[in-house]
């Protein structure tokens, strides 16, 4: 146990570090390797969560809502901006935004895609956008206007 504390902590003043260069730092690894419990214990120091679902399979529609939900009662992450990317939108069974919105509870949730100050206010930035990442569509909208709350 002692061992695994002074890991987490060895690894997060590395990456303090490293952010303190303004390094970009990717994540790697093949599915079930441990990125998403790395994240979650690293998640006090971002600024911003992107967040992807793939919007054409909708089997996983509340696995989605259910890991969202608990990002966003997620006391470190509190007033932190989520852009929703509903990815995938070049398939032809992908499901359009207002069924996205839907199906993760996100409905009366976002907080609009134009320049909205928010600043003062208690209200976490959230919007949904539609991507395909591999057409390269739709996630630069996202980006541009996750920036804006980013201080
Ligand atoms: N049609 C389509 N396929 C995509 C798109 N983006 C990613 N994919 C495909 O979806 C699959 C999963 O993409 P990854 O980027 O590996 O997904 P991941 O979230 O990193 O998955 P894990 O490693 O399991 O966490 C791959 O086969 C991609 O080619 C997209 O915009 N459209």
Known sequence: MMFLVHWFY???????RLWQKEAKILFLGLDNAGKTVLLHMLKDEVDAVVYIVDAA????????????????????????????LG??????YAVPEHDIRR????DG??????NIN???????PMEVFMCSVVRKM??????????????
Do not use: H
């Open 10 to 16: 060895d690894v997060v003043a590395s990456l303090t």
């Open 87 to 92: 990815n995938k939108i070049d398939l032809p």
């Open 57 to 84: 399979d909708g089997a996983r529609f509340a696995e989605s809502k259910a890991e969202l939900d608990t990002l966003l009662s997620d006391d470190a992450l509190v007033g932190v901006p989520f852009l929703v």
């Open 109 to 114: 949730c976002t907080t609009g895609k134009g």
């Open 138 to 151: 739709g996630y630069g909208e996202g980006f541009t206007w996750m920036s804006q709350y980013i201080k």
């Open 118 to 124: 928010l600043a003062g206010s208690s209200i976490r």
């Open 103 to 106: 199906c993760l509870g996100l």
